[in-house]
């Protein structure tokens, strides 16, 4: 599991998803966030970091190994630099307080009681999604995404319907890797992608984890952008392997209840539209 989670900067480097820069007046702490931040916006090797933050490279060697002894970073070998499990647990608790959380709680709980499967909203950090709440089956066979699980945007539905409205769409595309043998290159994808964003869904079957099909939908914000997604997700030999067709209209109409629900808590008289839809 390769937790993402966004956190404030202390000066501004050229990280590809750099928060804006806060000084507190802290200088190791500053230092420190923003190392947390390069890695969490895609800085995998040491000169990636060093260069994101701009830090000489024997005080960013010092404070990384720092953050690895406490669990705030880790490194795997074929991979490089990755946000560690400490953050992990951090992050999930941060996460059951979100007021999104709070507010799709009830649509969640109606999408899996609607169609039988579990229930998940996304949000995505950096180049993958976060699982923010799960409502899961009462079903014996059923999928298991906990809270706080980072998974990629490039394969399974909840990625695709992030990926659609994603302005640097185009470059995701270029993180494409193969899960399974059925995880789409990235033509397909590119294909998906524009499809998801001409229904306002998504499906996926195999694609990330073999036997497992999810169907997706985008949670829109006032200004159109897309704030999370909303997924059902089970067993492929029960949702098949088209799940789209069974259970898209219960997952868009969750996904517009949240909408809904957000206008609401902001004062607002109507759900926001959904662009780009036919």
Same mark, same amino acid.
């Given at each position: 599991?390769?937790?993402? &989670?966004?956190?404030?900067?202390?000066?501004? *480097?050229?990280?590809?998803?750099?928060?804006?820069?806060?000084?507190? /007046?802290?200088? =190791?702490?500053?230092?420190?966030?923003?190392?947390?931040?390069?890695?969490?916006?895609?800085?995998?090797?040491?000169?990636?970091?060093?260069?994101?933050? @701009?830090?000489?490279?024997?005080?960013?060697?010092?404070?990384?190994?720092?953050?690895?002894?406490?669990?705030?970073?880790?490194?795997?070998?074929?991979?490089?630099?990755? !946000?560690?499990?400490?953050?992990?647990?951090?992050?999930?608790?941060?996460?059951?307080?979100?007021?999104?959380?709070?507010?799709?709680?009830?649509?969640?709980?109606?999408?899996?009681?609607?169609?039988?499967?579990?229930? #998940?909203?996304?949000?995505?950090?950096?180049?993958?999604?976060?699982?923010?709440?799960?409502?899961?089956?009462?079903?014996?066979?059923?999928?298991?995404?906990?809270? /706080?699980?980072?998974?990629? !945007?490039?394969? @399974?539905?909840?990625?695709?319907?992030?990926?659609?409205?994603?302005?640097?769409?185009?470059?995701?595309?270029?993180?494409?890797?193969? &899960?399974?043998?059925?995880?789409? @290159?990235?033509?397909?994808?590119?294909? +998906?992608?524009?499809?998801?964003?001409?229904? $306002?869904?998504?499906?996926?079957?195999?694609?990330?984890?073999?036997?497992?099909?999810?169907?997706?939908?985008?949670? *829109?914000?006032?200004?159109?952008?897309?704030?999370?997604?909303?997924?059902?997700?089970?067993?492929? #030999?029960?949702?098949?392997?088209?799940?789209?067709? +069974? &259970?898209?209209?219960? =997952?868009?109409?969750?996904?517009?209840?949240?909408?809904?629900?957000?206008?609401?808590?902001?004062? #607002? $008289?109507?759900?926001?539209?959904?662009?780009?839809? !036919?």
């Amino acid at each position: 599991m390769v937790p993402i &989670y966004g956190m404030t900067v202390s000066r501004p *480097f050229r990280s590809r998803s750099a928060a804006p820069a806060v000084e507190t /007046g802290v200088g =190791v702490l500053d230092r420190t966030v923003a190392i947390v931040e390069a890695v969490g916006s895609g800085s995998r090797t040491f000169s990636d970091i060093a260069e994101a933050t @701009g830090l000489a490279r024997s005080t960013a060697h010092r404070l990384i190994k720092a953050l690895e002894a406490h669990g705030l970073l880790s490194f795997d070998v074929g991979f490089g630099y990755r !946000l560690g499990p400490r953050l992990v647990r951090l992050a999930s608790a941060a996460m059951r307080e979100l007021p999104l959380r709070d507010l799709a709680r009830p649509a969640l709980e109606r999408l899996a009681r609607v169609t039988g499967e579990t229930a #998940q909203l996304f949000l995505r950090r950096g180049d993958e999604r976060l699982c923010i709440d799960v409502v899961e089956s009462e079903s014996e066979l059923r999928t298991i995404v906990p809270v /706080g699980a980072s998974l990629p !945007l490039t394969a @399974g539905s909840a990625g695709k319907v992030i990926m659609a409205w994603a302005p640097d769409r185009e470059r995701l595309l270029g993180l494409v890797r193969p &899960y399974t043998d059925r995880t789409p @290159g990235m033509d397909r994808l590119r294909r +998906q992608l524009a499809a998801a964003h001409r229904r $306002g869904w998504a499906e996926s079957s195999g694609e990330r984890e073999p036997g497992v099909a999810s169907v997706s939908a985008p949670v *829109f914000g006032a200004a159109g952008s897309v704030l999370a997604a909303v997924s059902v997700s089970g067993p492929a #030999q029960r949702l098949g392997s088209r799940p789209g067709r +069974q &259970y898209a209209p219960a =997952v868009v109409a969750a996904a517009r209840d949240i909408e809904e629900a957000v206008g609401a808590s902001l004062g #607002q $008289g109507s759900r926001p539209e959904p662009p780009g839809i !036919l």
